[in-house]
């Protein structure tokens, strides 16, 4: 996991800022944007995410198993069978659940430092590379995949007709495998996003959306 000391520190505020020049400020800036964003949105983090959402369906999985071991036993040795494989799934469940909130947690302080970073000054010529646009695709594609196949095995499976068939066990297990799936691709998504509008904000310096409804603060005549 990240530690908040691993991440680089704000921008000092103005009234003691050093650099010497214009120049200076922009290559620290650009040290900085270029450690938050592999921080944010590389290869090795859409790794880690989903290495964590794997971690959470096989604890899922294996509490589905004693579930459906509860439903079909008949003896203490099933009994006892299913408390352990229930015992395992939370072991690997809950630490799975932990680590996305503190990832989430890192990301939120990540895209902090971004925009304040991001907002000292422009510079298109170091800005370019940061703006990894197949990365963000990446991010994109393969969250919308996963996020697509989790909603349906959480909704469409359950309500087939041989899923009604099934045991209560089996399709709170595909159920929650399907939810695993989409709120990991959730996360993704939201993620590639986010990158996507600190490029266009902070680096292009896209004007933000006009506001569909204003209440208050206009001119009356």
């Known amino acids: 996991m990240f530690r908040r000391a691993q991440l680089p520190p704000p921008p000092p505020p103005v009234e003691i800022r050093s650099w010497p020049d214009r120049e ?3 290559a620290d800036r650009a040290v900085v944007l270029g450690e938050l964003v592999r921080a944010h949105v590389s290869p090795g983090r859409l790794g880690m995410l989903w290495l964590w959402g794997a971690l959470c369906a096989l604890g899922w999985s294996l509490v589905g198993a004693a579930l459906i071991t509860f439903e079909e036993t008949y003896d203490i040795f099933s009994a006892f069978l299913a408390v352990i494989l229930g015992g395992m799934g939370a072991c690997c469940a809950v630490p799975a659940v932990v ?4 990832g989430l947690r890192y990301d939120i302080e990540v895209r902090r430092l971004l925009y304040a970073w991001g907002q000292l000054d422009r510079d298109p010529v170091r800005d370019a590379r940061l703006r990894m646009p197949g990365v963000s695709l990446v991010w994109l594609l393969m969250s919308f995949t ?4 989790g909603l349906y095995a959480c909704i469409a499976v359950p309500a087939t007709s041989e899923a009604a068939q099934d045991s209560f066990a089996l399709v709170a297990l595909v159920t ?3 939810m695993t799936g989409w709120l990991t691709g959730l996360i993704g998504i939201i993620k590639a996003f986010a990158h996507r509008r600190w490029a266009l904000r902070v680096l292009i310096g896209a004007p933000r959306p006009e506001p569909l409804f204003s209440f208050g603060g206009g001119a009356h005549r």
Not at 99 to 102: A, H, M, R, W
């Open 24 to 26: 200076a400020l922009l």
């Open 99 to 102: 680590l996305v909130v503190i």
């Open 146 to 149: 996963l996020c697509a196949l």
């Open 176 to 178: 929650g495998l399907g």
